[in-house]
């Protein structure tokens, strides 16, 4: 975002524009008389107002030309690679920049391994509690880090205003050093059916994480179906399939479960007389109807595509049966405790998960030592009283 001056709430997304296809010489000049007069509109449009919304990519387009910006902010600023950072910091030719970003969180994504170095930077003495080093030279390091280590000064954000107090204790003690305020109660983060707790660990006995021979993702069943029957028992008491979301650190697991939860029905190829008119995958009278039309609207991802995001109710699916530096990553287990709003149920094993981060081994000590935090069951505990009631 660019700020010319900060005085009226006004703001403008730039888009590219293009004229439409053309078959003909008068319909191409045509269309391109119509294109030039719209940039011309958007550049006295660009002129007038004080604040300006673009993308690192859309800040290069040639509507911008000759614009200037006293303020460039910069969000999600530890998400983007360093040359990305750049583009919109150049463009504007501002005097000041803000950069908004968590680098306790995920950093950017680099598909090229060669772009990364090893790690062993730093990322100044706010921003070090429990975060993993990330890397002082490649591209995996963002401005962000860049600018901390090299001594500006970092602002910490401190009053978190998305999870229920109790879900965001172990996250602030394990990852900020208890710096993080509470800015919503328990009150306004009430539980989606009245006694269910904030916190539930699932131990899904007798599940085995499993995978194609030579393949890095990996699934579990007996967490698929755990998961499949709480998502069932949710929907089933009136919780909207949009405020579920449920949470995979693995890409494999994500696929299983969307599988399980909006199986697709047979093909109908030729449909006899008197039958269904075929439509797509499936006849008009085979549609997805009740429970399963529900269960496919509820949100399943990998953390990282989940960051950024929140529910009410997030179901964490971690698959492994052994100790996992992966699933332990400090970064992407910040990311996975933080999205809930008021519910947090993690399904997996508590010896496994407790080797592998402090974090897990926190979370698994404060379900323990509160009833109805902890079960062997696919049975959500407050359900079971309600039926009962």
């Known amino acids: ?17 293009s004229p439409g296809p053309t078959h003909s010489l008068p319909l191409l000049s045509s269309s391109l008389l119509i294109f030039q007069g719209a940039e011309r509109t958007r550049r006295h449009m660009l002129s007038t107002v004080p604040i300006v919304g673009v993308t690192c990519y859309s800040s290069m387009l040639p509507v911008l030309d000759g614009q200037v910006f006293a303020v460039t902010i910069l969000d999600e600023c530890s998400q983007l690679v360093e040359p990305l950072s750049l583009s919109p910091i150049i463009r504007a030719q501002s005097r000041y920049l803000i950069a908004v970003g968590d680098p306790l969180q995920l950093p950017p994504i680099v598909a090229t391994p060669t772009a990364v170095a090893p790690a062993g930077g730093e990322a100044g003495p706010a ?6 080093p990330t890397a002082r030279h490649g591209l995996a390091r963002p401005m962000f880090v ?11 954000l401190r009053r978190q205003y998305r999870c229920h107090p109790v879900i965001s204790q172990i996250p602030n003690r394990c990852f900020y ?7 919503c109660s328990a009150s306004q983060r009430g539980p989606v059916l009245p006694g269910l707790p904030p916190r539930l660990w699932i131990d899904p006995r007798g599940g085995e994480s499993g995978g194609e021979r030579g393949a890095r993702s990996v699934t579990n069943r007996r967490e698929a179906d755990v998961i499949c029957s709480m998502v069932q028992q949710l929907l089933g008491h009136g ?8 949470i995979c650190f693995f890409r494999a697991q994500v696929a299983l479960l969307q599988g399980l939860l909006n199986p ?17 995958p499936c006849t008009v009278s085979e549609a997805p109807q009740g429970p399963l039309a529900e269960q496919a609207g509820v949100q399943v991802a990998t953390v ?25 990553d400090p970064q992407r287990l910040c990311v996975a405790l933080t999205r809930a709003r008021c519910h947090l149920f993690l399904v997996g094993s508590p010896s496994a998960l407790s080797q592998s981060a402090p974090a897990f081994q926190a979370l698994l000590a404060s379900c323990h030592s509160l009833p109805g935090c902890f079960s062997t069951t696919d049975r959500l505990p407050i359900m079971e009283g309600r039926l009962a009631a």
């Open 239 to 246: 919780v909207p399939p949009s405020a579920i979301g449920i």
């Open 177 to 183: 050093g208890g710096q993080l305020l509470d800015g």
């Open 264 to 280: 697709q029905p047979p093909m109908n190829v030729t449909p006899e007389a008197g039958q269904g008119v075929a439509h797509g």
């Open 1 to 17: 975002m660019w700020a010319k001056r900060i005085r009226i709430p006004v703001s403008l997304r730039i888009q590219a524009t």
């Open 304 to 328: 990282d595509a989940f960051q950024g995001g929140e529910r009410d109710v997030i179901i964490l699916s971690t698959c492994v049966t052994r100790p996992s530096h992966f699933v332990g």
């Open 127 to 132: 921003l070090q509690a429990g975060a993993r």
């Open 146 to 156: 860049r600018l901390a280590a090299a001594g500006h000064p970092v602002h910490l």
